[in-house]
Every structure is written in C-alpha cells, then in structure tokens.
C-alpha cells in the first residue's frame, strides 16, 4: 500500500511534466513557425519566452523521470524481476527518444540566437517528434500492464519474449492516442490559461491574445479527437478488463439493459446520489439497449479493485471535464467563424483562465481510472500487486521524503516561472540567460541591457 | 551464448558512458562546493557552470538508460540489488532530484543568497550521490547481494570495502572533472584557471591511485575470493593500463599539455570499469547469479542490442554535434563573446 502510495504520488507529479515535455516543444514550434512565416516580432518573442520555460520544465521533468526509474526498481522488485525482459523492451526504446529529446532541446535553446531561423527551427523539429514517440514507448509500458502480452512463463520465469507483440499489446492502440492528446490538452490548456488570466486583468495586446490563441487553438482541436479516442477506449475497457468497466460505471451484476449512473458513490450495495439514466450505459457500449455487461460480482471479492466510488468518480469528472472543454473550444471556434475574433465575453476568459487546471485535474482522473480500476493486479491477470511490491521497511521514511521534496520541487518551479513573468514585464528584451541549459549569466541582466 | 555476453557488455558500455560524462558532472559539482567564498569562487564556479550546463541532460539519460538496460536484460539481478541496496540506491535516487533541481534552478534565479542556497544544494548532492552509487557498486562487487533480494538493508554495503569504494567514486570523479575543466580553461586560453584545475586534478588523481590501492588491499584482506579475481591476468593488465593512463594524464596536466588530456583521464576512468567487469565475468552478481542464470529470453537481450544500435544511429550523430558544439565552446560562452 505504501508503495502504491509513493508510486501514485511521484507518477502523479511527473506525469504533468511528462505531458508538458511531450506537446510543449510543438507548442513552441507553431509559435516558432508562425513568427517565421508571417515574420511576426510577438510570436516570435512568444515562441522565445515559451522555450526557455520549457527549459526548465523539461530539466524538472528528467529529475523525476529518473526517480520514477529508480521506484520501478525499489519498489516493485516482484515485477521487474520476472518481467523486466518484457516491460523492459518499451521503456528502452522510450531511451533513445528521451536521449534524442534532451540533445535537441539543447541545441535548440542555444541556437537563438546562433542559427538562422528556419535551420533553428528545425533543430525544435526532433524535439516535438521524439517526445510524442517517447510518450508512445512508455504508455506502450503501462498498456503491457494492462493487457500483458508477447511473453511465456515457465516455473515462473519469462522464457520467450516477442517484443513486437510486447510493444503493440492490445491496449496500446486506444491508451497511447489517449495520452498523447492528453498531454497537448494539458500544455494547450495550460499554457492559455496563463495568458487567459492575462486578458482578465486587462493586457488586451497582441502579445496576450496571440500567447492564449496558439496553445488554445491547439488544445481545442485535440478536445473532439480526445473524446472520441475516450469512448474508443471506454469499450476497448469493457471488452479487455470487464472488472475496470464495472468499477468505472457501478455494474454490480452481469446483465441487460444496464443504467448509466452519473456521478453518485456507492455505499453499502447501493448507488445514492446519482443521476440515473435507464439503458444508456448497455447503448453506450454494444449501441444497444440489450447490450449485456459483465459486472463485479462475476468474481470473488479479492478479484475486484477497491475503492469503486474514487474509480467512478474520477472517470465522471473525467468526461465531465472533457465536455466542459469541448464547449469553451466550440464558443471559441464560433466566435472566430461569426467575427473573426475570440468571445469578448469575461465568463468565456474565465473558462480559458481554468482550462489549464480542468486538464489537468482531468488527466489525473483519467490515470486514477486506468491505476486504481487495475487492481488487485499489476500486470493484469498475470501478477498481483502485492506479488510485486517491495518487503522493505522504512517505506513510510522514502514517502515521506519524497513528498517534502516534491513539495518544494513543485512550490520552486512556480516561483520560478513567476519570476520569469515578472523579469518579462520589466523589460522587453529577451535575455535567454537565466535557463538551465542557456548561455551562463556572466553578468548581472542591467548591465548586459545597458550595453546592448 | 554469445547474445548473453554481447547484452553484458553493451550495459556496461552504457554505465560507462555514464561514468565518463555524468560523472564527471558530479565532479564538478565536487569542485564547485569547494571553490570558496561566493568572489573567490566566482570564476571556477562560472567555468563549471559553462562546461557542465549544455551536456548535463544528455549525460544524465545515460543513467536512465543504463537502469533500463538492467532491468531488461537481467531481471532477477536488478531485482535483487534494489531490494538488498534499497537504502543506497534510495538515497542516490533523492541525490539525483536535489542535484538536478539545484542545478535547474540556480540559473534562473537572480538573488545571490537564493544561487547560494540552490548551488550549495547541487553541490553537496554532488558530493554525496557517487559515494552511495560506489558503495552500492561495492556491495555487488564483494558478493553481498544474494539472489532472494534479502541481504541486509544497512551491513551489506557499509563494509569497510564498500566505503574505500564509495569515496573512491567521489574522487575519481573530481579527477575526471578536474582534468576537463583544465582542458576548458586552456581552450579560453585561461591560464589560473588551468593550474587551478591542473593542481586539483594532480591531488585527486594521486588520491584515486591511493584509494584503489587500499580498495584492493582491502579486499585481499577481507574478500579474498573477489581479490582473486581481480588479481586475474585480463582485469590486473587492466587495472595496470588505468594506472598508466591517469599516470599520462597527471603528466600531461604537470606540464600543462593540454592535448588529448581530456580522451585520456576518461580512458583511464573506463579502463578502472572495465577491469571490474572482467573481474566479474562471467557473474552477474557474484555468489548470486552468473550472467547467464539471470538473462532475460534472448529475444529480450536482441531488441536491447538492436535498441542500442538506435541510439548509436539516431541519437550518436547528434551527441557527436552537442558534445563538438559544447567543446568548441559554440555552447558554453556568453553571447557578448560571439558578437
């Protein structure tokens, strides 16, 4: 439990910069291009700014990455032991594209102000690709998990591996899609929602309407595909993991015409406080009201993942959210169709304002969804949790740690990017200095600007 | 089966590649904490800043992708180090978040006390994550880690044997680093900073030496068995051309020839590596599992080598371009100097 504990909490962290080292450097590049193209100063200073904050999330991001190498290790010794030949094979292919995104980041950050602009953007090319086919090596890893495949056992030791059935398991083709779009949500959202609240106060210059419009405009197109790619999944699930489907939806029994419940918990046997729609989930799943649906009851207790309520929840806030997305992009797309410019409107800034923290709280559920909706197993049928975790004492001491650092990880990360905002406000200059793999500041940033 | 031996070696390829170059980071972080007041130390701390800063991420995923690496080609035996070495190996894993964040953060930051608070933090981490990672190294080294994973979380890597390893790492590092950093500050053409770097590098190199030999004596003493093998033809001849190679390399820095310094300290460091694998050979962990007894299926140990070949292919050229352009310096100097 406490290495589920001290798994969930660091893969939660990380996982935000995972998304924001995944689509940012698209994000960045689109800025990038359109200042190219249309040699626009503002996106171009945009694309600039946006870089050198990827700078530091991506340098944040390697450090938890890599805790979360070691965790795999530390805390669940059972499962890397039989199956590190397997559920290796993705997480080393993810090596080659982490290596090659973290050599471009750094050739691109430097190359500001040394390349010329069309040969500088495509050093951000490498970057925006290898971090989505990262991204694909390592969901790859968690959809093993999911829906194990590509391995023999014997006597409890892996004997034949077929990687490419490793990699391309069956729920990699749904959870893969997922989280890619997942993560340009988040970073679109994200980083509009700082610019959103930047019109709010009334900075109503290009330089904020094109810093919310980019990433936004960018998150709004991922929004449709995101939610078809969901409900795609939402049956892969119920046809791959019943169990998962039956927490995610409250099917107690197997059988027709099953209600749909929207939100709700569970409690002593019973769904209260929910919204009840009659037939819809069977119609949902098999586009029939006599769909049939496996519920938790076709197996013991000790089969079925705990915490069902949590589960249902989350993936209701899910799809709550993503809808709720889907609107704030539909408002604005309209608004640029009638008049070719965004709602006026302060509740349509006000959702822009909290887009960004939607997709996350969003993406976090959805991993609470595919997580906690696995157990009591780690590799799905194959190995239980409990098999996997590690015996050690003094996991509450490492958790412990680990949250106070991450604490001040996470609470230093914001500083940082504030102070930026704030050294970004008092001079218009870009000083590409102060990142982590920029030019050292041999100076103090005055005296530079009084001499330039 | 040759597919064993051929997947050992690339893995220690990779933690060679890691040794080499984000190794030599934590040495600089090493030098960094020891390079005085926040004046004095000025222009060190400036020259590490400008050597380490644009290869540091891509040293570091050397270290992902060697713990990948052993986790897919010797299941078993990474699973029995992280459950026996789970305190070391904790702490390095928290060391790395400290260095790392350290290092991310100092640069944005403008406040001298905050840089101090951040470099300090890099520093000490610095300091601290290769001696764990050589104990770690130690404890698999004199066989401490049984198959069971069920070694003693504390006595199994705090032997005498395990500590002269852990300090050795630390030093061998701020050799590594020192020997670089002398041959940056001679490409700037600057001189203090050479005899600065060189003088460290002529202690920490004589220190290494020192270290390794009582390291070995230890060993004779207290694992004779492990002594044994190194005391082998291959890893003494080995062990015999490190000596050489960090003794060329004091040379060249005594007599400030900066030329092919840096190819040879790092020459020596790996050949000190690589003597330990052929020592081991053909035990995975030794007493524990050979390296065959804990290979994953060969089809696992091909995709790792083809898996490799990628990262020579794809990812080889443009580290080829980082590391050329980090050296001409194209990288590391302020702008000023380029207009």
């Known amino acids: 439990m406490q290495a589920r504990s001290q798994m969930g909490f660091t893969l939660a962290f990380h996982i935000v910069l995972a998304c924001l080292g995944v689509a940012f450097p698209a994000v960045v590049l689109v800025a990038n291009y359109l200042g190219l193209r249309r040699r626009d100063e503002t996106a171009l200073l945009l694309a600039r700014r946006w870089s050198q904050v990827m700078a530091v999330l991506v340098a944040v991001g390697a450090i938890t990455g890599t805790v979360l190498s070691f ?16 559920i290796g094979i993705p997480f080393s292919i993810e090596g080659i594209f982490f290596l090659l995104e973290a050599v471009f980041v750094s050739i ?31 969901v790859a890893a968690n959809s093993w998990m999911n829906q194990p495949a590509g391995f023999q056992l014997s006597h409890g030791r892996l004997t034949h591996v077929d990687p490419v059935a490793v990699f391309f398991n069956p729920a990699t083709y749904y959870e893969v899609p997922h989280m890619i779009l997942a993560a340009y949500m988040v970073t679109g959202f994200l980083v509009a929602s700082v610019y959103a609240v930047g019109l709010l106060r009334g ?53 027709r015409h099953v209600s749909e ?44 993942a705990p915490f069902v309520s949590f589960i249902h929840l989350s993936f209701d806030l899910m799809v709550l959210i993503g809808f709720g997305l889907l609107v704030l992009g539909a408002w604005s797309a309209v608004s640029w169709w009638r008049r070719r410019d965004l709602p006026g409107s302060r509740l349509f800034l006000w959702g822009g304002a909290l887009s960004g923290l939607a997709a996350v709280v969003a993406m976090e ?88 | 089966m040759i597919a064993v031996d051929v997947a050992a070696a690339l893995l220690w390829v990779t933690l060679t590649a890691y040794a080499i170059t984000g190794g030599a980071d934590f040495g600089g972080g090493v030098w960094d904490l020891l390079a005085g007041g926040a004046k004095r130390g000025e222009p060190v701390r400036r020259l590490i800043d400008e050597s380490i800063t644009p290869v540091w991420e891509a040293n570091h995923v050397w270290l992902i992708i060697t713990l990948v690496l052993f986790w897919t080609e010797f299941p078993p035996a990474f699973a029995a180090v992280t459950s026996t070495l789970f305190v070391p190996l904790s702490l390095v894993a928290l060391g790395v978040v400290f260095r790392g964040a350290g290092f991310a953060y100092r640069k944005p930051l403008r406040r001298l006390f905050l840089q101090q608070l951040t470099g300090a933090t890099f520093a000490l981490s610095s300091l601290v994550t290769p001696f764990f990672m050589g104990a770690a190294a130690g404890a698999i080294v004199t066989g401490r880690v049984p198959a069971d994973g069920q070694g003693n979380r504390v006595t199994s890597w705090t032997t005498p044997t395990c500590l002269l390893i852990g300090a050795l790492s630390v030093v061998a590092f701020a050799f590594l680093a020192a020997v670089y950093l002398a041959a940056d500050a001679r490409r700037r053409g600057d001189g203090p900073l050479v005899r600065y770097f060189a003088l460290r590098g002529l202690v920490t190199g004589a220190l290494t030496g020192g270290l390794g030999a009582a390291a070995l004596t230890e060993l004779h003493a207290h694992a004779s068995l492990t002594f044994h093998h ?32 840096r190819v040879i300290g790092a020459a020596a460091f790996a050949t000190m590596l690589w003597a330990w694998a052929v020592a081991q050979y053909p ?30 292919v794809l990812a080889g050229p443009s580290l080829i371009l980082l590391y050329s352009l980090a050296q001409r310096g194209l990288l590391g100097e302020s702008g000023e100097a380029q207009r």
Not at chain 1, 121 to 126: A, E, I, R
Not at chain 1, 240 to 246: G, I, R, T
Not at chain 2, 242 to 260: D, F, H, N, P
Not at chain 2, 290 to 310: C, D, I, N, Q, Y
């Open chain 1, 71 to 86: 965790e795999m290790g530390l805390l669940w010794p059972g499962l890397m032991g039989r199956f590190g030949g397997a």
């Open chain 1, 108 to 138: 691109y950050l430097y190359g500001w102000d040394r390349l010329s602009g069309w040969p500088h953007f495509c050093t951000g090319v490498p970057v925006a690709v290898a971090g989505s086919l990262g991204a694909w090596s390592v």
């Open chain 1, 203 to 255: 900075r109503r210059d290009r330089y904020h309407r094109l810093g919310f419009l980019v990433p936004f405009t960018i998150a709004g197109v991922c929004t449709p595909l995101q939610i078809f790619v969901g409900d795609t999944a939402a049956r892969a699930v119920e046809h791959q993991q019943p169990l998962k489907f039956a927490a995610m939806e409250y099917v107690v029994r197997t059988h």
């Open chain 1, 261 to 304: 419940y929207l939100g709700g918990v569970f409690v002593n046997g019973h769904v209260t406080g929910a919204l009840k729609v009659p037939d819809l989930d069977s119609l949902l799943v098999g586009f029939s009201p006599n769909t049939k649906v496996v519920g938790w009851d076709s197996v013991p207790a000790a089969g079925r």
């Open chain 1, 365 to 452: 559920c959805g991993w609470v969804v595919t997580e906690v909706g696995r157990q009591p197993w780690i590799v799905y049928k194959v190995m239980l949790t409990s098999q996997a975790a590690t015996t050690t004492s003094g996991l509450t001491g490492t958790l412990t740690a680990i949250i106070a650092l991450y604490a001040v990880l996470g609470i230093a990360t914001v500083a940082i990017l504030l102070a930026f905002r704030r050294r970004w406000r008092q001079t218009a200059a870009v000083d590409n200095r102060d990142v982590p793999y920029g030019p050292s500041a041999g100076e103090p940033a005055d005296r530079v600007g009084q001499r330039s």
């Open chain 2, 230 to 261: 190194f005391a082998g033809g291959g890893p003494l001849a080995l062990l015999v051309v490190s000596g050489v190679l960090g003794l060329s390399a004091l040379t060249l820095l005594a007599v400030r020839a900066g030329r092919g310094v």
């Open chain 2, 283 to 312: 035990r995975m962990l030794p007493g524990a599992f050979s390296l065959h007894a804990a290979a994953a299926p060969t089809a696992s140990l091909v995709t790792e080598m083809v898996v490799f070949g990628a990262i020579v």
